[in-house]
């Protein structure tokens, strides 16, 4: 069974430009979620989907930021446009079921943002 | 906002030796994640405790959950290189049963 894949692995790109991030949960896990860890600090929840629906966007930084997930399959990420303070790991996650939380998550290995 | 403390930041040991990781907060969680992480990849779950006071095994590996869930501890015995890592605890809370606090983690090299 293939994991949480993400692409790209790492993008750099300058200040303004736009990039997105894609992410293919394991099939069958309705409950996508985005983190993101910057140098030097925790990994930090951005936002959760249940299928197609957004949940809980509460951590998403600002409005450049824009996460998709139609049809309920994998999601995008995109952020327009970049700044440097953008730069770091973002990482998908998937999960079968939340409720009582004994679900575990399963990460992707992230994709590496450089903002110059 | 809850914030997860993890000491210490850096661990380097010789193989062999015992170790302990722990994970702090003034807050009560619902329940906590360890996760173990290597280079170029996502975190993966080690374990997950939810009840105060619960005790976990996993082979070498020791889990403890306060018993007022503001604290963990992760508990290496007999250290092997391949238990080099990243480990990070996550704790839910605070009216989400979802949304993972992390802390920032605890690097650990073990030394053939």
């Known amino acids: 069974e293939a994991g949480v894949t993400q692409f790209p692995s790492h993008s750099v790109i300058e200040k303004g430009q736009t990039v997105t991030l894609r992410c293919d949960p394991i099939?069958?896990?309705?409950?996508l979620y985005w983190y993101r860890r910057v140098m030097g600090k925790e990994i930090k929840f951005l936002l959760h989907?249940?299928?197609?629906?957004?949940?809980?966007e509460s951590g998403m930084p600002n409005n450049r930021f824009l996460a998709e997930r139609t049809g309920g399959t994998y999601s995008t990420l995109k952020v327009q446009p970049a700044e440097l303070e953008d730069s770091g790991v973002y990482f998908c996650?998937?999960?079968?079921?939340?409720?009582?939380?004994?679900?575990?998550?399963?990460f992707g290995e992230g994709s590496r943002l450089t903002v110059l | 906002t809850q914030l997860l403390e993890q000491s210490p930041q850096f661990l380097s040991i010789q193989e062999g030796e015992n170790l302990t990781v722990y994970c702090n907060s003034s807050?009560?969680?619902?329940?906590l994640q360890w996760y173990r992480q290597e280079p170029g990849e996502g975190p993966v779950l080690l374990v997950t405790?939810?009840?105060?006071?619960e005790v976990k095994k996993l082979k070498r590996l020791t889990f403890q959950f306060g018993d007022a869930r503001k604290d963990s501890s992760l508990h290496i015995t007999a250290a092997q290189p391949g238990d080099t890592g990243l480990y990070l605890c996550?704790?839910?809370?605070?009216?989400?049963?979802?949304?993972?606090?992390f802390g920032k983690g605890t690097l650990l090299t073990v030394n053939p």
């Open positions: 099939s069958g896990h309705d409950n």
């Open positions: 996550a704790g839910t809370g605070g009216g989400s049963n979802y949304k993972l606090t």
């Open positions: 989907f249940v299928k197609e629906s957004k949940q809980d």
């Open positions: 996650a998937s999960s079968i079921r939340t409720g009582v939380f004994t679900g575990e998550l399963f």
């Open positions: 405790v939810v009840t105060g006071g």
């Open positions: 807050s009560v969680f619902s329940s």
